[in-house]
């Protein structure tokens, strides 16, 4: 069995480098939004970025330590990559705080 080189995933990147603009040198696409479906231009985030946004988005006081929906809906205003909802779902549930919370034994913590 050979290695995963990663070459699907960095040809898919190329493939949409093609296909979007660039704005202030930010890779954006064009994804449907809300109940409307209207575009909206997103920002295309490289893997070095990824758990800080996640963390940005869960771990702060307007995060509030919420499920992985709604860290997600809240990082899919903004933003784009492949396997978004895997990494929010993975970073949620090794989320220490929340494990806390929803075991019983958080109760009466102070978040943030």
């Known amino acids: 069995m050979k290695p995963d080189d ?3 995933v960095r040809n898919s990147y190329i493939s949409l480098g093609r296909n979007s603009p660039s704005q202030d040198g930010i ?3 064009k994804k449907p939004y809300g109940e409307d479906d209207d575009m909206r231009d997103l920002a295309v985030v490289p893997n070095g970025f990824r758990t800080m946004l996640i963390s940005e988005n869960h771990d702060t006081p307007e995060g509030a330590h919420r499920d992985y929906v709604t860290t997600l809906s809240y990082l899919r205003r903004f933003y784009f990559w ?3 909802r ?3 779902q993975k970073f949620c549930s ?3 705080i929340c494990a806390l919370m929803h ?3 958080g109760k009466g913590i102070m978040i943030g």
Do not use: N, R, Y
């Open 6 to 8: 990663g070459k699907p």
């Open 27 to 29: 890779l954006v696409t």
């Open 82 to 84: 492949k396997g978004m």
């Open 86 to 88: 895997a990494d929010t």
């Open 94 to 96: 090794a989320c220490i």
């Open 103 to 105: 075991s019983g034994k």
